[in-house]
């Protein structure tokens, strides 16, 4: 499985961007896909999770009515809406995929992508 994240950028505090995550390399409805980020200087950290169908969603608790994944598989790409973006939100964020069979959202991931840099600035 081959995943190209994009969109990432600077923006100001308050202003909106949408990730997007692209998969090849197989069929991108048996996939669970997920984002997740990494700041500098801290651990990699689960953002957000969705299953195959894309029914079912998951959030961290840090952007919780701010960022909403979602997934076109027709498209085979994964998005990360993120609005209300806060200086923290700043990282490398990162889509991976989960192509075991099992469960609706994924706790493990075999497959990540280039990450793409978000910014915000105060």
């Known amino acids: 499985v081959q995943l190209q994240a994009s969109g990432g950028g600077l923006v100001q505090a308050g202003d909106s961007l949408r990730l997007s995550c692209a998969a090849s390399g197989r069929t991108f409805s048996s996939l669970r896909m997920g984002w997740f980020r990494q700041a500098p200087g801290k651990e990699r950290e689960v953002v957000a999770r969705i299953s195959r169908s894309g029914s079912t969603t998951d959030y961290a608790d840090f952007v919780k009515g701010r960022f909403t994944i979602s997934r076109d598989n027709a498209k085979n790409t994964v998005y990360l809406q993120m609005n209300r973006l806060k200086p923290d939100d700043t990282a490398v964020y990162y889509c991976?995929?989960?192509?075991?069979?099992?469960?609706?959202?994924?706790?493990?991931?075999?497959?990540w992508g280039q990450g793409t840099e978000v910014t915000v600035s105060s």
């Open positions: 991976a995929a989960d192509p075991s069979p099992g469960g609706v959202i994924a706790t493990r991931y075999d497959y």
